[in-house]
């Protein structure tokens, strides 16, 4: 692992077992994202993107290989160990917002904050209103998750996604659900943020023109990176 | 714990018909248990007031007369002495111990007494009577009969009886009148009639005549001792304990009221057994229905926990919200049933107040407190179950829902 490598997997299989049926999903797969670097993660459906996504999100554990990410392995911690590393260290901007629905956009954003600490602190709030004025929704702070529109709403996922100053930003398909004007935007701001934050991004996506916004390419075909 | 508060807090008043509805079905169910607890509680109260309240609690008796056993070291047949049956049963040595006795915690009234049977006799007439002396002043320390005189009063003098208005009637007599009193004894006292009382009981309205201890004396030719001493205590449920320690301090013979009364003991405990299992019901309708809905909430919710486990939110944090809602519903649930209950069963008379017909409800015994930190608990339980429920959704699989 070099020196700037944020994360790297090595030789990463997941097999789903169903009982009678046994799927590999991935199959020995190995990359290495660097710090800052914004990349696209492309490979047709049923490829492994979402199952690599999760696993580098440790949300799942892979069935073998490796995973380090800030110089810790990460396969072997347990769940809460890996919530909390989840919690500091990475964001997630799904493709459909799932924000929290009972919540204004500014608690939505504040959640990961909140959640650590076990309250909402004066400096979560004031981070996260400067993380909805960067994304341009300074006069939509209180409104709740269901009065905005879903180019608002995946701008709040993303100002969310940022809370904590994660290194790792996982999207999945964080345009597929927006019209072709708010896509450009999302994208426009994800960039931004990329470039002016050494933010690491890794962009899942099936559309070729916004992968070609990232700076790198990752292909996944049948398991493995090709 | 403050945020996961919030955040349950904010499920709760998401969707406030929901929730408004839940805590109202726990509300009556812990309504349901106050009102059975005050009732059952008030019911057997009543019961007891009506059936034991006006007996002594704890009665110091005279020692029974055993055969005494003559001569024990013999092989042969054991000689015994027959008990002298001729002889009244006597308490001879108590006096000393009444001002004690009276001075115990817990004791409301003492009142030695001397009792024998006899006849009233007017004219031709001649009625058997359960004759009581007692002390002038203490002829309602047991049996509280100043309320229930219908004719004259309870003060005694060396030459009145106060007798039961059965009595009365069966002789045709009145207030001011003069009966001959004639002991088992064979003395005979002429006793003007100073009072008339109606307990509601046929054995003592009948057959029950009070005079003096004096004249008991005389009638029962007692010189000196007592036939049994009464005491009655502040609580008659501490007369088991209270006999004992008597006993146990004086080497007295004693007895509690419930050596007598074992089946009136018998009915109030099935009773409170019914209303025990009453309230059981309650609870386990409670539990039910806080358990099911948040069930549903935790199904409603499966996608937002998945979300907030994937911004890192623990199993624990879950947990938390989900047994507080729980908690809070419990609470709300409680307090709102117990206020309702408080408001709506206090109008009602306490037991030694009521009417013939009207319900014995105690509010004192509706056990407020006890419901509420029941339904807490209970509550709190009912949620673990979804609360795991939630702590196991697997992010994964409800995001890419």
Known sequence: ?226 | MIYSAKIAWRYLTSNKTQTALLIAGVAVGVYVFIFMSALIGGLGSYLVQRTVGDIAHVTIEAPSREAGLLLDNLAGPLLVQQPATGQRDTLNAVDAFLPAIEAMPGVVAVSPQIVGNGFVVRGQSRAPVAVTGVEPDKVSAIANLEPRMVAGDTLLTNSSVIIGQTLASELGIGIGQVIRLQSDRDVERPLVVSGIFALGLEALDARAAFVGVSTARTLFDLPQGLSRVEIKLADLNQGDGFARRLASDTGLTTKSWTEGNASLLDGLRAQANSGDLIKGFAMVTIIIGVASALLLSTYRRRSEIGIMRAFGASRRFVVAVFVLQGALIGILGGLIGALLGYVTLSPFPPPSAISSGGLPIDVGQGSFALAITLTAIGAILASILPARSASRVDPVTVIGQ
Do not use: W
Not at chain 1, 68 to 97: K, P, S, W, Y
Not at chain 1, 181 to 199: C, D, F, K, W, Y
């Open chain 1, 1 to 226: 692992m070099s020196d700037t490598a944020l994360l790297d997997v090595r030789d990463l299989v997941k097999t789903y077992d169903s009982g009678e049926v046994e799927t590999r999903v991935l199959k020995g797969l190995s990359m290495t994202l660097d710090t800052g670097e914004s990349v696209a993660l492309l490979g047709p459906s049923g490829s492994g993107k979402s199952t690599l996504l999760s696993i580098l999100g440790t949300l799942m554990k892979p069935t073998s290989g490796t995973y380090m990410m800030l110089g810790e392995e990460l396969t072997r911690a347990d769940d809460a160990a890996l919530t909390e590393f989840r919690n500091r260290h990475i964001g997630f901007v799904f493709q459909f917002h799932h924000l929290l629905p009972d919540f204004t956009a500014l608690e939505n954003v504040m959640f990961p904050a909140a959640v650590a600490a076990g309250r909402e602190t004066g400096a979560a709030r004031q981070r996260a209103q400067q993380l909805l004025e960067r994304v341009g929704l300074a006069d939509r702070m209180d409104f709740g998750a269901g009065q905005l529109s879903g180019g608002q709403k995946q701008r709040v996922a993303i100002a969310r996604a940022l809370m904590n100053s994660p290194e790792l930003v996982l999207a999945d398909e964080p345009t597929g659900n927006l019209d072709r004007e708010s896509a450009e935007q999302v994208m426009e701001l994800l960039g931004e943020i990329n470039r002016n934050e050494q933010t690491t991004f890794l962009i899942s996506t099936h559309d070729e023109k916004i992968a070609a916004t990232c700076r790198r390419q990752i292909h996944v075909v049948d398991g493995k990176v090709r």
